[in-house]
T-cell receptor, first 112, second 115 residues
Framework: QKEVEQNSGPLSVPEGAIASLNCTYS??????FFWYRQYSGKSPELIMF????GDKEDGRFTAQLNKASQYVSLLIRDSQPSDSATYLC????????????FGKGTKLTVNP | SAVISQKPSRDICQRGTSLTIQCQVD?????MFWYRQQPGQSLTLIAT?????????ESGFVIDKFPISRPNLTFSTLTVSNMSPEDSSIYLC????????????FGPGTRLLVL
């Protein structure tokens, strides 16, 4: 059973702070890792993907991947109230025809 | 990303009836998937919609309950058959595009309430 684990939260940070979201996965063969943002009542929206160990930055977002530890994280710098949402970590299934396994999500609240 | 639409956006149905959800994409895509998201839960993959052939279902989901069609590269339907209140959920289609393997983009979802 391929699993993706996230802290369900809620995670609460003040505006302007760094929000750190974490995810672990069980399938050592996984090669592709995704972060989605889901606002209440809306569908998931892709924020970032990462394939290689290390950091990948896109604006205020940084994804970090450590395959040896089977760990992927998302940092949000200068958090804004508009970042308040549930963040879903998704991992591909090795040999799984592009299928993804999703974590349960971490609910982030950014307080003004 | 692809522009994805779903119809209906929401519906309220009586138990025992069936509902067909449509997913339309503005351009050709490689893979199309159907997910269910129950209240407060994450996404559960129902099946992969294969063009011109039977869908590939995940464990716990069967064709009789969730028949799926994909007649071409831009359109798919999911039917929720013989509905019960436990089928109340959000149903989402997602797609991948050639050259961006495994990167899935989601439609707006269909919110279903079964009474």
């Amino acid at each position: 059973q391929k699993e993706v684990e996230q802290n369900s939260g809620p995670l609460s940070v003040p505006e302007g702070a760094i929000a750190s979201l974490n995810c672990t996965y069980s399938d050592r063969g996984s090669q592709s890792f995704f972060w989605y943002r889901q606002y209440s009542g809306k569908s998931p929206e892709l924020i970032m993907f990462i394939y290689s160990n290390g950091d990948k930055e896109d604006g205020r977002f940084t994804a970090q991947l450590n395959k040896a530890s089977q760990y992927v994280s998302l940092l949000i710098r200068d958090s804004q109230p508009s970042d308040s949402a549930t963040y879903l970590c998704a991992v591909n299934i090795q040999g799984g025809s592009e299928k993804l396994v999703f974590g349960k999500g971490t609910k982030l609240t950014v307080n003004p | 990303s692809a522009v994805i639409s779903q119809k209906p956006s929401r519906d309220i149905c009586q138990r025992g009836t069936s509902l067909t959800i449509q997913c339309q994409v503005d351009s050709q895509v490689t893979m199309m998937f159907w997910y269910r998201q129950q209240p407060g839960q994450s996404l559960t993959l129902i099946a992969t919609a294969n063009q011109g052939s039977e869908a590939t279902y995940e464990s716990g989901f069967v064709i009789d309950k969730f028949p799926i069609s994909r007649p071409n590269l831009t359109f798919s339907t999911l039917t929720v058959s013989n509905m019960s209140p436990e089928d109340s959920s959000i149903y989402l289609c997602s797609v991948t595009r050639q050259g961006a393997a495994e990167t899935q983009y989601f439609g707006p979802g269909t919110r279903l309430l079964v009474l």
